[in-house]
């Protein structure tokens, strides 16, 4: 599905803001008229135009703020964030831009000032881990104790972007939502400098502990939602975390090495090439220079994973792989696939093969216009599906 830009990358980045709107995180207008003046594959154009939208769309939010209109400020503020999100998105190619954190903060700031003039119930929470915290919010659906869904990213996405993806489809199902941002996430990579980290159960025991001592959560009714990366990492937790009641990959992602990533670009297997060589430099440099996927994708990773060189980031993605992992998981696993994925095609069904206890694979096609990467551009349908499953799994009435 090709949005405005003939450049997958800055289309799918497109669609993926504009499909916010219908949570009250965009506004269809505001987005096309801000992609029509981005230059194409340009990341400075890119955050040049988004973060003019976002300040002018924060500007209306305060204005509407100071004049006691809360309904039009709050949808300002949700817009607002979403915005400074995606205007920051291309920014890690150099992990020391003042821009990324002024930007981010932005978007966290406007979010919370939004949730002040929300009706539902929740809480800004941190979870104790090792010898930090995990920040993340919990949303409640009502006063009464209900099953919860934990739900974090992935390779790039926000705590404050998963309040538009998952969060106000799992309240108007009736479950509790806790969304937390783990190592190399938000927040984490962005003021703590803590990389990603294969071994995700460290992130989510702390999450569940935390959960089962709050009188409003059912104890043997949490799941786990993880998003693009996060299909990796939420199984990989799964297969440790035994009190989890369920586990939903969105989409399923069954290894993450970069090593391999790259081989399969040039065409060899991953032990013949040598990462440190100035071949394998300028081979690299030149498929950048050529996709700015790829190009994002090596600068993000070295961001989040805090590498300093491609080699270093091949060694520090090296773990992250499900085999002989994905067969201890023993909940309920449902596994997505995009039918188009451009990020992972293929890897769902093999996670799914893999797995030993109780699963369902649900597959998005073109023709629910739910193709893309975690079915962006069709998430009310996404959600439909997935809640519906996770009642199914939890035993709890369709809501």
């Known amino acids: 599905m090709k949005l405005i830009f003939k450049d997958q990358t800055f289309s799918f980045?497109?669609?993926?803001?504009?499909?916010?709107?219908?949570?009250?995180g965009a506004d269809i207008g505001e987005c096309l008229s801000t992609a029509y003046r981005i230059e194409e594959g340009n990341f400075e154009s890119w955050y040049e135009e988004w973060l003019k939208t976002a300040i002018r769309v924060h500007q209306e939010a305060d204005e509407s703020s100071k004049h006691g209109n809360k309904s039009s400020?709050?949808?300002?503020?949700?817009?607002?964030?979403?915005?400074?999100?995606?205007?920051?998105?291309?920014?890690?190619g150099n992990p020391e831009d003042k821009r990324i954190l002024k930007t981010w903060r932005l978007s966290q700031s406007t979010f919370r000032r939004a949730l002040?003039?929300?009706d539902h119930?929740?809480?800004?929470?941190?979870?104790?881990?090792?010898?930090?915290?995990?920040?993340?919010?919990?949303?409640?659906?009502?006063?009464?104790?209900?099953?919860?869904?934990?739900?974090?990213?992935?390779?790039?996405?926000?705590?404050?972007?998963l309040y538009f993806q998952v969060v106000t489809s799992a309240l108007e199902k009736g479950y509790h939502c806790l969304v937390f941002e783990g190592p190399g996430q938000g927040a984490v990579i962005r003021e703590q400098r803590i990389?990603?980290?294969?071994?995700?159960?460290?992130?989510?025991?702390p999450v569940v502990d935390y959960l089962i001592k709050r009188p409003e959560v059912i104890s043997?009714?949490?799941?786990?939602?993880?998003?693009?990366?996060?299909?990796?990492?939420?199984?990989?937790?799964?297969?440790?975390?035994?009190?989890?009641?369920?586990?939903?990959?969105?989409?399923?992602?069954?290894?993450?090495?970069?090593?391999?990533?790259?081989?399969?670009?040039?065409?060899?297997?991953?032990?013949?090439?040598?990462?440190?060589?100035?071949?394998?430099?300028?081979?690299?440099?030149?498929?950048?220079?050529?996709?700015?996927?790829?190009?994002?994708?090596i600068e993000n990773g070295q961001f989040t994973f805090s590498a300093t060189n491609l080699e270093e980031l091949v060694h520090k993605t090296e773990p992250f792989t499900l085999e002989g992992v994905a067969e201890k998981i023993k909940c309920p696993v449902l596994v997505c696939e995009a039918e188009h994925d451009h990020?992972?095609?293929?890897?769902?069904?093999?996670?799914?093969?893999?797995?030993?206890?109780?699963?369902?694979?649900?597959?998005?096609?073109?023709?629910?216009?739910?193709?893309?990467?975690?079915?962006?551009?069709?998430?009310?349908?996404?959600?439909?599906?997935?809640?519906?499953?996770?009642?199914?799994?939890?035993?709890?009435?369709?809501?």
């Open 13 to 24: 980045e497109l669609l993926r803001t504009m499909g916010y709107a219908a949570f009250g």
């Open 73 to 92: 400020a709050r949808d300002f503020y949700l817009r607002a964030s979403n915005y400074y999100r995606t205007a920051e998105f291309f920014l890690h």
């Open 220 to 297: 043997d009714k949490i799941a786990l939602m993880g998003i693009s990366l996060g299909g990796y990492l939420a199984p990989r937790a799964a297969a440790y975390e035994h009190r989890l009641a369920a586990c939903i990959a969105n989409d399923g992602l069954f290894s993450f090495q970069v090593g391999k990533i790259a081989a399969a670009l040039g065409g060899k297997e991953s032990e013949e090439l040598h990462f440190n060589s100035s071949e394998m430099d300028n081979f690299i440099a030149s498929i950048m220079a050529q996709d700015t996927g790829i190009r994002w994708g």
């Open 121 to 161: 119930h929740w809480e800004i929470v941190t979870i104790p881990y090792e010898d930090t915290d995990l920040p993340g919010y919990l949303y409640l659906a009502g006063d009464q104790p209900a099953p919860t869904l934990i739900v974090h990213g992935g390779y790039d996405s926000t705590a404050e972007e």
């Open 195 to 205: 990389p990603f980290r294969h071994d995700w159960e460290a992130a989510v025991t």
């Open 343 to 399: 990020a992972f095609a293929g890897q769902p069904e093999q996670l799914y093969k893999s797995l030993r206890s109780s699963k369902t694979y649900m597959k998005f096609t073109a023709e629910d216009s739910a193709e893309e990467h975690c079915h962006f551009g069709a998430l009310k349908l996404a959600n439909h599906r997935i809640f519906t499953w996770l009642d199914q799994v939890l035993n709890t009435e369709a809501r």
């Open 116 to 118: 002040t003039l929300l």
